[in-house]
């Protein structure tokens, strides 16, 4: 199975910082990976997907680039709504991988 | 809209077996793939199965022999029947619809709410 990589596994911030996520592929994946948002007790929300394509009704603030390998997700100026585990995910073939996931949480 | 909701979570002992439902609306589950992707307390995300529109079904090592997805296109229901279960599979299991281009190049859409199963004595 491909390995999935994320980090850091927390991130402190504040409202207003840019942050990124890293996420690494054990394997080359081309562009298949997404990127979903979770909050504690809901299901996890997809937002990126082909490693920068921005789902249907995402804030422009997120973004997503890479290929291959190395992966990142930027939100440009964090707000209140972005604070959660965010989650990377191969889809190169079935046996679909996640990262661990990278908490984003308050400073 | 469409919309997945779990049901069938519960607690059942090591070695016991529990069927789980994802009844979907909004979309037809024959012409889409569903998938099953657990969550175990404080842990990250595990993909489990997988049902394509062909119907083949594609599942995780860890449960492979034990699990079986099932769809039932009169209720546009997807089903995922567990056998032998273990305490480590102690989870959230959501089920989801993919979506992508390929064969094999899918992520995860929609999401239901997710049911808890329980394995413990």
């Known amino acids: 199975d491909i390995q999935m990589t994320q980090s850091p596994s927390t991130l402190s911030a504040s409202v207003g910082d840019r942050v990124t996520i890293t996420c690494r592929a054990s394997?080359?994946?081309?562009?298949?990976l997404a990127w979903y948002q979770q909050k504690p007790g809901r299901a996890p929300k997809l937002l990126i997907f082909?490693?920068?394509r921005l789902e249907t009704g995402v804030p422009s603030r997120l973004s997503g680039s890479g290929s291959g390998t190395e992966f990142t997700l930027t939100i440009s100026s964090l707000q209140p709504d972005d604070f959660a585990t965010y989650y990377c995910?191969?889809?190169?073939?079935?046996?679909?991988?996640f990262g661990q996931g990278t908490k984003v949480d308050i400073k | 809209e469409v919309q997945l909701v779990e049901s069938g979570g519960g607690l059942v002992q090591p070695g016991g077996s529990l069927r789980l439902s994802c009844a979907a609306s909004?979309?037809?589950?024959?012409?889409?793939?569903v998938t099953w992707v657990r969550q175990a307390p404080g842990k990250g995300l595990e993909w489990v199965s997988v049902?394509?529109?062909?119907?083949?079904?594609y599942y995780a090592d860890s449960v492979k022999g034990r699990f079986t997805i099932s769809r039932d296109n009169s209720k546009n229901t997807v089903y995922l029947q567990m056998n032998n279960l273990r305490a480590e599979e102690t989870a959230v299991y959501y089920c989801?619809?993919?979506?992508?281009?390929?064969?094999?190049?899918?992520?995860?859409?929609?999401w239901g709410q997710g049911t808890l199963v329980t394995v413990s004595s």
């Open positions: 995910q191969q889809y190169k073939s079935y046996s679909w991988t």
């Open positions: 909004g979309f037809i589950v024959t012409y889409n793939y």
């Open positions: 394997e080359t994946i081309n562009s298949w």
């Open positions: 082909e490693a920068s």
């Open positions: 049902i394509y529109t062909d119907g083949r079904t």
């Open positions: 989801a619809r993919a979506r992508g281009d390929g064969y094999n190049h899918k992520f995860f859409d929609y």
